[in-house]
């Protein structure tokens, strides 16, 4: 089982060791991100696209740690667009796009040879180009030949296209937003750049691991082989965020999905090898009672072996740990993981109704059974705030957690050997 070094994450001078290209500091300009943002937009005349007839379709064109973009415009776009705005990894480009549909293209460094590729068609169809790069890029170059609109990913400082999140999507919404497929104001997008502050200033290196809430969530990770689970569409969106940024940045694959369709999916996991003692449903206790051995057992009455909650299953696990504390690591085998089932939670409607009622008993009902099969559960509510804003501080929490997570088991969250070799091999 992997080992987190809880001291690790508190010693400032071997986290700037770790963390070789200021990953954390990346994360910290979050906030900044979205304000130069919006002002590279401008100078780069993002407001024009409000002077030009509303697209007949957007697709949007993203790949790596840049892809979350398409699926935050998709999100925010879906209950009110006109129009329909779809995802593309690659070529080939839908055989129906052409100059009455828009293409929008994100890549960080503008070289990326999906969104490239894609752009460069889009633009010899006719259609319309919206893009998001670096400036003296192929991917400007290709934008500017097109007479379409280029935006710049300036200075703020930033390791990867994991931690430019903010500088690659700020522009796609206001763009979004000038074309009628959503409603985001400026003043949101500003209150987006004011809460990335106050979770860079709550999730800061120099802050503690008993009260820095992304260290606490990374040490209760660690030890797990972790589920994300959204409760809606929004948080689902930060789910699969949260499961890239596991898997890339600490190395730890980690299962995703969205309530109310995933719900059966994650739940049938609770029965697997991961939970309770040994995978078998609380309430079967053969096995235990022979691992109990000369432990006197005929004083126990019968619902001490029906009742998941009885004292019998305190004692076989070990309070609201899932595990057996009695096991032998030598007769029974080594201890396997145990599952962890991380809930991103949105905030509480302020207006609730019977949908949001609904789903509150679903989230509720999926939570019980994980805790009940043994499943260490973690949970993590937005705060208030509009859409975006709520889509930020889960964004925040998960990028901030899977760096320490990283960190915390002895790696680098931005220097990964295998991947180098994987492009040393394909270039």
């Not at 319309?128 to 710049?152: F, K, Y």
């Amino acid at each position: 089982m992997p080992y987190i070094d809880e001291a690790l994450l508190n010693d400032q001078d071997e986290l700037g060791r770790k963390d070789s290209r200021g990953t954390l500091r990346a994360l910290a300009s979050a906030g900044a991100q979205v304000r130069e943002a919006l002002t590279l937009g401008h100078d780069a005349g993002i407001e024009r696209l409000a002077q030009q007839d509303r697209p007949r379709s957007v697709l949007v064109a993203a790949i790596g740690g840049s892809a979350i973009v398409a699926d935050v415009l998709e999100l925010l776009a879906e209950p009110g667009s006109p129009v329909p705005v779809q995802a593309r990894r690659n070529l080939p480009l839908p055989g129906w796009v052409g100059p009455l549909d828009l293409v929008v293209a994100v890549s960080l460094s503008g070289r990326a040879p999906g969104p490239l590729a894609v752009a460069a068609e889009a633009a010899r169809r006719g259609a319309s180009l919206l893009t998001v790069g670096a400036d003296e890029s192929p991917l400007a170059e290709v934008c500017r030949r097109a007479r379409g609109i280029h935006v710049g990913t300036g200075q703020t400082a930033r390791a990867s296209s994991r931690t430019a999140l903010w500088t690659l999507l700020t522009p796609v919404l206001v763009g979004a937003g000038h074309l009628g497929l959503l409603d985001a104001p400026e003043r949101s997008l500003e209150a987006v750049a004011d809460r990335l502050d106050e979770r860079a200033e709550d999730f800061r290196p120099s802050s503690e691991a008993f009260i820095n809430p992304a260290k606490l969530l990374a040490v209760q990770l660690a030890e797990t082989v972790p589920v994300v689970l959204g409760d809606g569409s929004l948080s689902g969106v930060a789910a699969a965020r949260a499961s890239s940024m596991l898997a890339r940045t600490a190395r730890i694959p980690a299962l995703c999905g969205e309530l109310p369709d995933a719900a059966s999916g994650i739940v049938a996991c609770f029965d697997g090898p991961f939970t309770g003692i040994a995978g078998r449903r609380p309430g079967t206790y053969d096995n235990a009672r022979i691992r109990l051995g000369d432990i006197d057992t005929s004083a126990w009455e019968p619902h001490h072996f029906a009742e998941p909650e009885g004292e019998l299953m305190e004692r076989a696990r070990g309070p609201e740990s899932g595990r057996d504390i009695f096991a032998d690591p030598y007769l029974d085998g080594p201890t396997p993981p145990q599952l962890g089932l991380l809930m991103l939670r949105d905030a509480e409607p302020e207006q609730p109704d019977e949908a949001s009622a609904d789903s509150e008993r679903l989230t509720e009902a999926v939570l019980t059974t994980a805790r009940d099969a043994g499943v260490k559960v973690m949970e993590v509510r937005a705060g208030p705030g509009d859409q975006v804003v709520r889509l930020a501080d889960h964004m925040a929490m998960v990028d901030f957690t899977a760096t320490y997570l990283a960190i915390g088991l002895g790696l680098d969250p931005s220097v990964s050997p295998h991947v180098a070799d994987l492009r040393d091999r394909t270039s």
